[in-house]
């Protein structure tokens, strides 16, 4: 069983940054794919950006050039720093492991306010 816990979630004035952070538990160290996905009020979740484990990396249209994904494989975390936030970001963001998912966090909430 694979553990999730999200944090660093929070209210922000549009333009500003916030870093999230995932804690896994030690048996996710061998898990290829980690990935954040969101979702907002009404919609469908949807894929932020996804890390392999030797750090090849991919990112939804509409967060490039914005939002950075990274990964330590020796603390079992992943790390997803988001910059020049918009109003449209204001989601649930999930820590999720594994090619389907297979696992998925909690959540955290990112507000942003115009």
């Known amino acids: 069983q694979v553990h999730l816990v999200e944090s660093g979630g929070g209210l922000v004035q549009a333009g500003g940054s916030l870093r999230l952070s995932c804690a896994a538990s030690?048996?996710?160290?061998?898990?290829?794919?980690m990935g954040w996905y969101r979702q907002a009020p009404g919609k469908q979740r949807e894929l932020v950006a996804g890390i392999t484990i030797g750090g090849s990396t991919n990112y939804a249209d509409s967060v490039k050039g914005r939002f950075t994904i990274s990964r330590d494989n020796v603390k079992n975390m992943v790390y997803l720093q988001m910059s020049s936030l918009k109003p449209e970001d204001t989601a649930v963001y999930y820590c999720a492991a594994g090619p389907s998912p297979d696992y998925w966090g909690q959540g955290t909430q990112v507000t942003v306010s115009s």
């Open positions: 030690r048996s996710a160290q061998y898990i290829d794919i």
